[in-house]
Nanobody, 115 residues
Framework: QVQLVESGGGLVQPGGSLRLSCAAS????????MSWYRQAPEKEREWVAQ????????NYADSVKGRFTISRDNAENAVYLEMNSLKPEDTAVYYC????????WGQGTQVTVSS
C-alpha cells in the first residue's frame, strides 16, 4: 500500500531553518518523481520543489530557490526538504506528493514562521 508520511514541521522565527521529512512505503522513492507542495491559509496549494527519479535532479519554485533544498535518501526510502532563511510567507501546510497510479499525497505537516 502506497503511503507518504510527513514530519518535521513546527514554529520557527523568521530567518530560521527547518528540515521536513517524507517517509515513503509501498514503493521506492527513486523510482518516481517526488515533490513538495504547500498550502497557506485561504490560498491555492502550490508546488515548491521536485526531485527526479534515477538521477535525482532538483527543481524549485522561484519563491524558494536558493533557500530550500530537496533531497532523497534511497536507503531510508525518504525525501527531505531543507528550508533555510525562512520567511513569514513560507507559513503553510507542507505536503509530500508523487504520482503512482494516481496522485498520492501525505497528510501534511504545519510550518509556521513567526516571531
Amino acid at each position: 500500500q502506497v503511503q507518504l508520511v510527513e514530519s518535521g514541521g513546527g514554529l520557527v522565527q523568521p530567518g530560521g531553518s527547518l528540515r521536513l521529512s517524507c517517509a515513503a512505503s509501498g514503493f521506492t522513492v527513486s523510482s518516481v518523481f517526488m515533490s513538495w507542495y504547500r498550502q497557506a491559509p485561504e490560498k491555492e496549494r502550490e508546488w515548491v520543489a521536485q526531485i527526479s527519479s534515477t538521477f535525482g535532479n532538483a527543481n524549485y519554485a522561484d519563491s524558494v530557490k536558493g533557500r530550500f533544498t530537496i533531497s532523497r535518501d534511497n536507503a531510508e526510502n525518504a525525501v527531505y526538504l531543507e528550508m533555510n532563511s525562512l520567511k513569514p510567507e513560507d507559513t503553510a501546510v507542507y505536503y509530500c506528493y508523487c504520482y503512482l497510479g494516481g496522485p498520492r499525497w501525505g497528510q501534511g505537516t504545519q510550518v509556521t514562521v513567526s516571531s
